[in-house]
Structure formats: C-alpha cells, structure tokens
C-alpha cells in the first residue's frame, strides 16, 4: 500500500460520524465545476462549494446534515477512479445538505429542510360560479396514488342585492364537498348592494395523498345574493 492510500486509511472514519472528514487518495479525478481535476495537490472543501489547499495527500469533504455522502465512495484498491458529486447540495449556514424535492414525501413533513428558493411551475385553477342564491363549491378531483395537492391561493366573494347576506362560511376542505376534514375556515358577509372578499395567496396548505380539495361556501345566502370562489394550487407526487 502506497504512502497516499495508508494516509488515506489513517484519516478516513468508520465510527459514523456524520461530520467526520472524507479523503481520497492523491492521483484521483474528482469532478469540480464541471472540470476533471487529477488530485495532485492536497485539497479542502470549503462552505462555499470552492476548493482549497490543505496539509494531506487527499481531498477532504464532509457528509451532510443527515449522514448521507453526497459522492460515491472510491474502489480503494482500484483507486484513480472519477469522484463526482452525485447528490444535490445546499449549504444551510452550517453544514452541507442535500436538496429536497416537492415531493408528497417531503411536503407531508412540513419541514422546508434542504428546500431551495425557486419558483414553482404554474398552478392549476377551480371556480366555483353558480347562480343566483345558490351554494359555491370547487373541487379539484384527487390526482392518484400518492399525489398531493397544495393549495397556494384562495378568493371567495358573497355580494349581496336587496337583503343583507350573511355571515356565511367558507370552508377548504381535505376531500370532497361537505365530507371531508376542514383544514381551513373563514366567513364572509355583505350590506345590501354590497360585497365580502376574502383573498389570500402564497399559501401552502397540503391536502392528503390521492385526496380530492374543496374550497366551498357551507351555504347558500338570500334570494339575489352571489357566491364564487377560486381554488388554486400545484400538485406533487
């Protein structure tokens, strides 16, 4: 074993540290920037994803926040092989992590670990326009096995004619009309000739897997009232 691979096991940890250093042996190719590098020169990743020198025949990195190596782990006794970031990473202000997606997984956790800022891709729509004195209801059918809906906005009018209207409430609901739970409740009312607005948006309020979502009037208000609503939202998988 040469002097660079028994450096290498000397310094290399199998207690399961997660913040331990990694090290491959001098002589490897390891992907930087898009750029095949032959290590060398002994190098150190820093926080801010660029490397720099260090004082051993290898390069050193750590794993991130959940223990998980974003490279593959080198054939030691066939070293020379390429190393190459295999895991999407994201510093958090203290350690490496991997990226999440906006899985129905990950979105269930409702923790926004790992997330990146970005935007989405567009939302899908559902309204609810009846006629006049009837109820508003938009359901957005369930989307299959595992996929979730996120509502992100929601917009529910009552204008009122001749007699006041309300206080009608508005449910969204994790399911069909009038069954499933309500994750979310408001209430709206309007003086003759008047109207009640409710708007909100960048909301992220996640329904069940393979669930359908609801924003709906409970009832109806007076003869010549109006009731719409607009349900908006992505879906994951």
Not at 54 to 80: E, H, I, K, T, Y
Not at 111 to 125: E, M
Request: aromatic fraction near 6%; charged fraction near 15%.
């Amino acid at each position: 074993m040469d002097a660079s691979r028994t450096l290498l096991h000397a310094i290399f940890d199998f207690d399961g540290n997660p913040n331990a250093p990694r090290a491959y042996p001098l002589g490897s190719n390891i992907l930087v920037n898009n750029r095949m590098v032959a290590i060398a020169t002994a190098l150190m990743a820093r926080t801010d994803g660029t490397f720099g020198p260090f004082n051993v025949d290898a390069v050193v990195r750590s794993r991130d926040v959940d223990g998980q190596s974003p490279f593959p782990l080198l054939d030691f006794d066939n070293a020379l092989g390429l190393a190459v970031v295999n895991r999407g990473l994201a510093f958090n202000g203290a350690l490496w992590d991997r990226v999440r997606s906006a899985s129905a997984v990950n979105l269930a956790l409702l923790s926004g670990q790992g997330a990146q800022l970005q935007r989405r891709g567009g939302d899908w729509s559902e309204v609810g326009d009846p006629g006049l004195g009837a109820v508003a209801s938009a359901t957005r059918a369930a989307g299959g096995v595992g996929v979730r809906h996120v509502c992100t906005s929601i917009t529910a009018t009552l204008a009122a004619g001749a007699t006041a209207a309300g206080p009608l409430k508005v449910y969204l609901r994790d399911g069909l009309t009038g069954v499933g739970p309500v994750i979310f409740a408001a209430a709206l009312s309007a003086p003759v000739q008047g109207v009640g607005v409710l708007t909100l948006s960048d909301l992220s309020i996640v329904g069940s897997a393979n669930t359908a979502m609801t924003l709906e009037f409970v009832a109806a208000g007076p003869a010549g009232s109006q009731e719409n609503v607009t349900l908006q939202g992505y879906s994951a998988t």
